[in-house]
């Protein structure tokens, strides 16, 4: 067990390595790039409309919470039928 997590800590520290050596230059070019140092996403973020993500979202968590109640319900009954 030991020896997978020495591996698993050995692979992590390379992705992080990695990440941070993709991102560099990137940064570097986001930060030359407009001379105010802010990035103008406006026309991305003006086009998302976030109500209906909402919207998706709390749709799927209901429908979790109905499934798990079943379950416990379902549980409960059993429960008394075995007595």
Same mark, same amino acid.
């Given at each position: 067990m030991k020896e997978k997590l020495e591996r698993l800590k %050995?692979? /992590? /520290?390379? #992705? /992080?390595? #990695?990440?941070?050596?993709? %991102?560099t230059?990137? #940064?570097?070019h986001a930060e030359a790039g407009g001379g105010t140092g802010a990035v103008d996403l406006s026309a991305m973020t003006n086009s998302i409309s976030f109500a209906q993500v909402g919207t998706a979202i709390l749709a799927v968590a209901a429908s979790l919470a109905l499934i798990y109640v079943g379950v416990k319900g379902a549980k409960i009954v059993l429960g008394f039928i075995r007595g």
């Open positions: %050995a692979i /992590g /520290g390379r #992705a /992080g390595v #990695a990440a941070v050596m993709i %991102a230059p990137f #940064a570097a």
